[in-house]
């Protein structure tokens, strides 16, 4: 069974940092693209940032930024522990949002267009307010 599982929410302050973590069982993610996506309340979903898959050699971990992101999240990931994360800087409120990881046999840019991923996790609340 495929599963995805966020962690590292929560609450902070504006300039702040979190680390999100999205864990994945019950497929070989190394062969898959894993993103970040999020929607905030009233607002569409948006790729926030996607990373290729480890196997591919032409688009070996290549990585994909939203524009309003670039310079403060960084994505990495451990196909060793199945794990994706987001690392997440200078945060400001129009960050705040449920975040979501997707997976997709897909490189990083097609990953982060819609229609977005084939499986999804459930998401995490992060909150950026004073």
């Known amino acids: 069974q495929v599963q995805l599982v966020e962690s590292g929410g929560g609450l902070v302050q504006p300039g702040g940092s979190l680390r999100l973590s999205c864990a994945a069982s019950?497929?070989?993610?190394?062969?898959?693209?894993i993103g970040w996506f999020r929607q905030a309340p009233g607002k569409e979903r948006e790729g926030v940032s996607c990373?290729?898959?480890?196997?591919?050699?032409?688009?070996?971990?290549?990585?994909y930024y939203v524009d309003s992101v670039k310079g403060r999240f960084t994505i990495f990931r451990d196909d060793a522990k199945n794990t994706v994360y987001l690392q997440m800087s200078s945060l400001k409120p129009e960050d705040t949002a449920v975040y979501y990881c997707?997976?997709?046999?897909?490189?990083?840019?097609?990953?982060?267009?819609?229609?977005?991923?084939?499986?999804w996790g459930k998401g995490t609340l992060v909150t950026v307010s004073s």
């Open positions: 997707a997976a997709k046999f897909a490189t990083a840019q097609g990953l982060c267009a819609p229609p977005f991923g084939d499986y």
């Open positions: 990373i290729s898959s480890s196997y591919s050699s032409t688009y070996y971990e290549s990585t």
């Open positions: 019950g497929f070989t993610m190394d062969y898959y693209a």
